[in-house]
């Protein structure tokens, strides 16, 4: 993209505050944290629930960006940049995307349905690829910002489009065609998700046709249902295996880990074969096959190519690598959209200052091969990598253009020399295309454990934290708790993501808690709950903040603070209003304030209290007088210290039921990790950690054997029983075990037999299709964690917290 501001302005309908319209564009961004901001970047200034994006044009401006399209011209800016000033920064950005998609006439793929879109578009851009200059969307990139940026991405070389569409209510469709304007429509599965924004069926049926109002075609899976809302002008490309009408007809013949289809079409009649066999890849595939055949594909190639269909990877995975590394894997896509993404979540996650890059020839840019490497140089020197490691022999020619560069013709090549090449203290971005099978570096840099894994989301924290950020008042501040290693989630790489967030405290029970974030470089504030005197100070060096709880720390802490001289150094004072853990009672609250009256070396930065009964209204009665104890005493320490502190009292539940309560800040637990205790709520929050494992070994046992210790289990029929290695030792209950629990295989449960053992537990999977290695779900989206806890009689809490340190974390991103 090369426009100037002036040829801008008239599609936004922007009135113009500025000095220079001949500046030039190349790039759009709406992230105000990207590295990759320049002089020639277009920043949107987009507006969010708890997010606006004015307030950053600022530091921007220092960065070097000079062109902005804003609602208003923030104040003191006036004259030091080119504002673009329109109505709703949102709408600009479709509007710029829409106008900018019209200039370019090739055909455009346009997919919406419920599941499988980024698969489909994934696989079609993997079998259409050997012909087209492709521009798809990056990731999941589907939304009201996602399509637009999408789009924006297209250049003069591309000669066919993929991109996705989703919606999750009423009018959003209409939008999202206009800035796509596919000429071929696909409608994927139409399943049951995302269905909250609808009122029925048929409303959402309704809504994604919209996507579909000037195409050329639609292909889809023979429905009667759809077809009855669709505008019988649209020309439909139907497949189907129970439907004779459908144009496509497939008989579909599953074994254990391919299909095979007998494809019957016109007067052609012939079988492809895919190496899946889950219901959810066969539409795919058969989508697919349909794009395939539209553009009268030769059936040979049409069955070579979808034999080689690969599991779509479509998350960016943070793991730990050997020699305090971490790698950041995307080993699956090597395209330019797709390396901006990888390297702004490089920036965001890095726990290392040092960042190295290992990246495979890029395909599909559109771009001749001088001005596409240019440009990746330019990201990458913008992204201030400090090495590179390229790999093809594409790349390896402008081995010069990158910083600190080694070149491989081959990852063979690279891999013979890996021992000699130092990794260590940094951070790996790996990215690369998927025949280079990058897979194999990331299996060499990676820190050698066993196959159990907590798999932890990171989107859906960032959506559980937006969620609860809804429901507070513009103003009120937000504490997170990363206690006890983010309640099991992982110490480091939550909070990484919470000071992207930008939330206000970050709260650990312990000082050795905060000091590891720290040393990781977290340079948040961060409270400590519960700190012993012979920590004040370590808490002191590492500038954390000591709630203070009692007359004994009090006294120790401003003997310390004398000592070292400190001035206003923050201390944080807990009330006891009724919880009786910590606090200050009622009654000492004269010597509180004696000891702290005209003391110079510490500030009280806040006052807190901690609720017994947030979650339960049962005891509403009690809650309230909670409050109005804090209300009372806080007030009185505040008036006769002449202070004015932050104020705050409310965990998760509180925050959900005591809306009235929130004072100047809250402490959100338990919420940010998907877990709610009203089952309302519980729906709208995303579920963040998945438990999983493997199959280590499968057996038949006859009627009348048993399983494992003390023989608990006696089968009584011919039982088909998988050994899973994860037991007690990782923090699986015992009481999980003999039937009571179950793991999740291939979508179906699978009981616990016997009892569980310290490494080890064993399931039933007679009716499940399963072999040695296939991925077993402790816990996640099912079994949850909260149906867990009911069963076991616990909390979610102890169940999260108990999973060892011996069980890896991965992190990952959508
Ligand atoms: C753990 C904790 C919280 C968070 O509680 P959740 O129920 O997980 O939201 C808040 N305040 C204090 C003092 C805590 O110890």
Redesign the pocket.
Known sequence: MTLSIRNIIPILKAKFVGKNDIAIIDSISIDSRSLQNTSSTLYFALLGPNHDGHHYVAELLEQGVLNFVVSYVPSNLQGKANFLVVENTLQALQTFAAAYRSDFDFPVIGITGSNGKTIIKEWLNFLLSPDYNIIRSPKSYNSQVGVPLSVLGINEKHNLGIFEAGISTVNEMANLQRIIQPTIGILSNIGSAHDEGFHDAGEKIKEKLKLFSSVEVLIMNKNQTVEAFLNPKIKTFTWSSDDGKADVFVIAKESLDKTEFKITYQKLCFTIAIPFSDQASIENALQCLMVMLYFRYDQDIIRQRMLLLYPVEMRLKVKNGSNNTTIIDDSYSSDFQSLKIALDFLESQKQFKKKTLILSDIFQSGLVTEELYSKVSHLIVSNKINRVIAIGKTIAGFKSKFPNCLAFESTEKFLEGFDTIPFENETILVKGARHFHFEEIVSLLEEKTHETVLEINLNAISHNLNFFKSKLNPDTKLMV?V?AFS?GNGGFEVAKLLSHHKVDYL?V?FADEGISLRLAGIDLPIMV?NPESTSFTAIIQHQLEPEIYSMKGLTSFLKLAEQKKLKNFPIHIKLDTGMHRLGFEEENLPELIAKLKDNKTVQIKSI?S?LATSDEMKFIDFTLSQIKLFEKMSSTVMEELQINPIRHLL???GISNFHQAQYDMV?????LYGVSNDEEEQKLLENVGTLKSIISQIRIIDAGESVGYGRKFVADKPTKIATIPIGYADGISRHWGNELGYVVIKNKKAPIVGSICMDMLMVDTTEIECKEGTEVIVFGESPSVSYMAKRLETIP?EIMTSISQRVKRVFYRE
């Open positions: 708790m206690k309640y709260g029970a709950l807190l901690h965990n998760t539940s402490r959100l637990g338990i919420g809490y």
